[in-house]
């Protein structure tokens, strides 16, 4: 996956909407005015700190949104184990770092919020500052981050509810219980 760089071009917030097994998937970024896109937002139902519905001045453009409809369709199929898509998530450097380290982690796996941090290049006292660049990653699903575990194992937080993350673990493991 590629984070597509910050720059002053005008664009566009597009969004779309996707059924998914975690309930209706939204899906947003933006669309630059010479029609390229990234994706910036995937979001669940009854998402902490999400937009629940699209903002009134984004504008609907399941095209733009298409490639990444079809890569999570064929994740939730078992067909996908990764993503491919150009992203553009808001966040600081911090969190960008974090979010990076992310992707890194292998589908079917789990590691601590502490095993994050030294992925990221951070101490092991920055564990808390991780776990809420974690909590705040705005690309559920695509970047990971219900793969991160509580330190003895445990399901910790997951913004989008302990349910959602059990099933997504679930999924990529074969359904094997947590």
Known sequence: MTTAPATATAFTTVFTTMDSPLGT????GPRAADGTFALGAVTAPGQKGALAAPAADWEPDADALAPAVAQLT???AGERTAFD???APVGTPFR??????????????????????????????????????VGANPLLIVRPCHRV??????????????DAKRWLLA????????
């Not at 998937?25 to 947003?28: A, D, K």
Request: glycine share 14%; hydrophobic share 45%.
């Open 149 to 162: 575990m509580g330190a003895n194992g445990s399901l910790t937080g997951f913004a989008a509810g302990i």
């Open 25 to 28: 998937l939204l899906l947003s």
């Open 85 to 87: 898509l150009p992203l």
């Open 171 to 178: 999924h990529e493991s074969g359904d094997r219980l947590f």
């Open 96 to 133: 960008q770092q974090v979010w990076d380290a992310l992707d890194d982690v292998p589908y079917g796996t789990t590691l601590t919020y502490g095993q994050l941090a030294d992925a990221a290049g951070q101490s092991p006292r920055a564990v808390r500052a991780v776990g809420g660049a």
């Open 74 to 76: 064929a994740y939730f």
